[in-house]
């Protein structure tokens, strides 16, 4: 029976978020205790309830880029075929990838082999070992290494249209260029960003991905529930 792996990040009030985004703000809307005044129930079994008011932009903690994001005439993440936020996946091991460093095509083609899963339409996460070393600190929002342009087009070569990263970008905060993100627009293909436990996924050759997006209207993004099943 596969074992499940949750790859997402716990969301809270307040979490660090990228660089240009502000924070969410997460808190109790009706208690237990203040439900009470409703008179619900029936008398000596009140019927009580909690529910949160929550308040985040559409990028924050685990979450999915529609093609929305970065591209005016792009289709939001309501439009975008449901398939395409699940299947078969591989997490390269790239742990020697210092913080603020750059993925490289050959940093990707000795991962693969690592890996010993050939890319082909294979979701591919990329495990450096960033989320470890920094969250929650503020590092986690300004030391994310580089997915480089020249490694994102190796993955569309392949086939791979979705790929996965620790931390709130697949480009460097420390550059306005967004390199990644306007050839990911370019190429028609997307990521997830803020990916967490990926190392329990290193070595485990082929898994399946999950990280299905929330049907928001318009939506230039999504949180999502990521998890990997394996065997």
Request: a negative charge; charged letters at 25%; proline letters at 6%.
């Amino acid at each position: 029976m596969s074992r499940v792996v949750d790859l997402s990040l716990l969301i809270e009030d307040n979490m660090p978020a990228h660089k240009l985004f502000q924070r969410p703000v997460i808190t109790t809307h009706l208690s237990h205790e203040s439900s009470k005044a409703f008179g619900l129930g029936v008398p000596g079994d009140a019927m009580t309830f909690q529910t949160n008011f929550i308040a985040m932009i559409d990028h924050v903690g685990t979450h999915v880029d529609a093609y929305r994001h970065v591209n005016p005439d792009g289709a939001p993440v309501d439009e975008m075929p449901l398939e395409m936020f699940m299947g078969k996946a591989v997490c390269f091991d790239l742990r020697h990838i210092p913080d603020l460093g750059e993925i490289t095509v050959a940093d990707m083609e000795e991962a693969e082999k690592k890996a010993g899963v050939k890319i082909d339409g294979h979701i591919v996460l990329l495990c450096t070992g960033f989320h470890q070393r920094n969250y929650p600190g503020l590092d986690s929002v300004w030391k994310n290494p580089l997915l480089t342009a020249e490694a994102t087009r190796w993955l569309h070569e392949r086939g791979s249209k979705m790929h996965g990263v620790e931390g709130p970008s697949t480009d460097k905060p420390t550059d306005n260029i967004f390199a990644q993100h306007r050839l990911c627009r370019d190429l028609g293909i997307s990521h997830w960003e803020w990916l967490v436990n990926l190392e329990e996924l290193v070595g485990k050759g082929e898994v399946q991905f999950f990280g299905v997006p929330l049907k928001f209207k318009g939506g230039s993004g999504s949180p999502v529930r990521a998890f990997a099943l394996v065997d």
